[in-house]
């Protein structure tokens, strides 16, 4: 999510983990979500890791401190074949550094109170709850208690200093140095992308045709047409004659794969073969055409290169075909019956009628969704301006999300998901997801100089409309949305829509 202009994107660095490892330096994936650390890091190399038993209440809370999605038992890291690789290589046009010095006093009461915390909640066998002697919890929670430290002293001097800079941030900083101790001044610097400043002078001057969105007496042809072919039959034709175009030949065949003569033959029982139909070989048509029932053919049939059975594709196959019966398709009357049988229509015309709107309807959405890519293209084109790279990499997560629901649906199986070249798809998508980016950034501008707005109750009925599509209680998904900043998200994306529309609205017909 892109954030909003005077928004503090990175208040998400108080739930974020600032602890380094020596582990991380060495590639292994860090234990929070977006932070990472360069190979200069300078931290300390000697944590000593918490014991299995040292289960400890911190400030009343039960701690677990195996990180969900982290397997501590040696098992693989394997996450549905998602490749967690941590912190975006960042556009340097983007980038800005901060470093932070915190003086020794401050960092010494942060560790009082912490230590404190631990002595009061530790659980260590051999003593009771709360009489830990200090030296034992400090050596015991050495890790725990350096990390509680970093989340209780940076967070917050993050936040007011990159406000100072002026800068609208995005995605999570990239630890490149820290040092803390007891004691000591705490030392960190950090680089950050923001969002950059740019220009939309003149986007009301950029245009792109705007097709008619009125439907044709052909297109509505088309559509009743096919309203009656899906309600055809397919019956057998008494008549002693010839099969032509338009025929259904009933047959039996036998295919032998030209220099495959050791592979099973191709075969069928009762195939239905449309003569000249459009999902129907050539080859296949031309024998057919002309045959009578129980009439013996042979037939050679060349498959494309591109041919939609991979088996097939450029193969050459032999076949030996009986024509067991001829069928034809047998098409509805247009009229009241044909009406009322396909659903709640009063006549043919009422019939008509809907099927105009429903013509309507779908071709304004087609001809509406490809101007406006059109559109969208043509402003990234004029407003040329460096994006940060962790907003396209956010975008191609979105796109993959995408993708691998529709493989799933598709009945992709999750293991088959983890022999993906995640790699090789992440690259293939940066093109798309950076122009997606672009136009998203583009729009927010134009949606502030129009100074156009969404309401509380677009909002609300957003969130109405997903929690039908769900069928999950609108209480529950409007709670949850708000805790992990869906409900900014959808009011990102209606903004967007609507001021893409505005766009739309104003092209000249």
């Not at 983007?94 to 009061?120: F, H, M, Q, S, W």
């Not at 015991?140 to 917050?156: S, Y």
Request: one cysteine or more; proline letters at 5%; aromatic letters at 6%.
């Amino acid at each position: 999510m892109l954030c909003a202009a005077g928004s503090h994107l990175w208040c998400a660095l108080a739930s974020c983990s600032w602890e380094t490892r020596q582990s991380e330096l060495n590639g292994a994936p860090a234990p929070w979500e977006g932070i990472t650390l360069s190979t200069n890091d300078t931290v300390e190399e000697n944590l000593q890791p918490a014991s299995a038993e040292a289960v400890h209440d911190h400030a009343g809370h039960d701690h677990d401190h195996d990180h969900e999605g982290h397997d501590h038992d040696g098992h693989d890291h394997d996450h549905e074949g998602h490749d967690h690789a941590h912190g975006p290589v960042l556009n340097p046009e983007c980038t800005r550094e901060l470093v932070l010095d915190i003086p020794a006093e401050e960092v010494t009461k942060a560790y009082k109170t912490v230590v404190g915390n631990y002595k009061r909640y530790a659980r260590i066998p051999g003593f009771r709850i709360g009489k830990v002697p200090e030296t034992v919890v400090r050596r015991k929670f050495a890790t725990e208690i350096r990390k509680d430290v970093i989340d209780n002293i940076l967070p917050e001097r993050f936040n007011k200093a990159v406000a100072d800079l002026g800068v609208r941030p995005v995605g999570q900083p990239q630890v490149t140095e820290l040092t803390v101790d007891d004691g000591q001044p705490l030392h960190v610097k950090a680089v950050f992308e923001f969002i950059p400043e740019f220009s939309v002078e003149g986007y009301k001057d950029v245009v792109v045709p705007k097709p008619s969105s009125e439907v044709t007496d052909e297109e509505f042809q088309q559509e009743m047409t096919e309203l009656r072919e899906s309600r055809g039959t397919i019956e057998p034709v008494e008549d002693d004659r010839t099969l032509v175009d338009g025929d259904w030949a009933e047959i039996t065949y036998k295919g032998i794969v030209a220099g495959e003569e050791e592979t099973d033959p191709l075969a069928g029982e009762n195939a239905m073969v449309e003569v000249g139909g459009k999902d129907t070989v050539e080859a296949f048509t031309m024998v057919l055409r002309g045959a009578k029932a129980g009439q013996e053919l042979k037939a050679e049939v060349i498959y494309p290169a591109d041919y939609s059975e991979p088996k097939l594709q450029g193969k050459t196959v032999a076949y030996e075909v009986t024509v067991k019966s001829i069928k034809k398709r047998v098409l509805p009357d247009l009229n009241d019956e044909f009406a009322k049988e396909l659903g709640s229509y009063e006549s043919l015309a009422d019939l008509e009628d809907k099927v105009r709107e429903h013509l309507a309807n779908r071709k304004k959405r087609s001809v509406e969704g490809e101007t406006k890519d059109q559109l969208a293209q043509a402003l990234v084109t004029k407003f040329d301006f460096p994006v940060p790279e962790s907003l396209v990499q956010e975008q191609i997560d979105v796109r993959l999300e995408r993708g691998l629901r529709a493989l799933a649906a598709q009945g992709m199986s999750a293991e088959q998901m983890r022999k993906l070249d995640f790699s090789r798809l992440r690259g293939a998508q940066h093109s798309g997801a950076l122009a997606e980016v672009k136009t998203q950034l583009i729009l927010d501008k134009i949606a502030a100089a129009e100074e156009i707005t969404i309401s509380e109750e677009d909002v609300e009925k957003e969130i109405h409309m997903a929690a039908l599509q769900s069928r999950e209680p609108v209480e529950v998904l409007h709670a949850r949305l708000a805790e992990n900043g869906g409900v900014a998200r959808i009011r990102e994306q209606l903004l967007r829509e609507k001021t893409a529309t505005t766009l739309y609205d104003r092209l000249p017909a």
